[in-house]
């Protein structure tokens, strides 16, 4: 098994997590990389057998509780991308405070992504409250589920 952690950040949380996330794979021998969305390419795909895909809820094209754009991005640079029905996992940051209304919306968002472009979730997405203010205690929360995902996604 190899997975690619994907992620799409503007303050850099979302990579945080991203790397929790590999260093809570790798203490289980899984082999993983870490990518921005905006690297992401075709050959990625082919490569890894499962993915992990991950965003912040953010302002774009004028609404509120949006994906990362990165992701439209994406599709704009590679218009035929597809997940090749491999399985997936997907994360989201958001603030319940601010965007209570929105409150990580992305990682729905997220999910509807991946499954247009033909991936499977394999479990509910993650959704973590201000990363940034509680750092150690969302940490763990995704180290916690991560540690969960090797025996949702199957060979």
């Not at 180290?143 to 995902?149: G, P, R, S, V």
Request: glycine residues 6%; hydrophobic residues 35%.
């Amino acid at each position: 098994m190899n997975v690619l952690i994907i992620y799409a950040t503007y303050s850099g949380g979302t990579l945080l997590a991203a790397e929790a996330i590999q260093e809570t794979l790798k203490k289980q021998s899984i082999d993983s990389q870490v990518k921005n969305v905006r690297d992401l390419t075709e050959e990625d795909v082919k490569n890894h057998s499962h993915f992990i895909f991950g965003s912040c809820t953010w302002f774009e094209n004028k609404l509120e509780g949006q994906l990362h754009g990165g992701y439209a991005d994406l599709i704009e640079r590679i218009p035929t991308f597809t997940i090749g029905n491999k399985q997936c996992a997907v994360y989201g940051l958001g603030d319940n405070n601010m965007y209570a209304i929105h409150f990580c919306e992305a990682a729905d968002h997220l999910k509807k992504f991946v499954e247009d472009h033909n991936g499977v979730v394999v479990t509910e997405p993650l959704k973590i409250d201000r990363f940034y203010f509680e750092q150690e205690e969302n940490t763990k929360k995704l180290k916690d589920w991560a540690e969960q995902l090797p025996t949702l996604f199957t060979e």
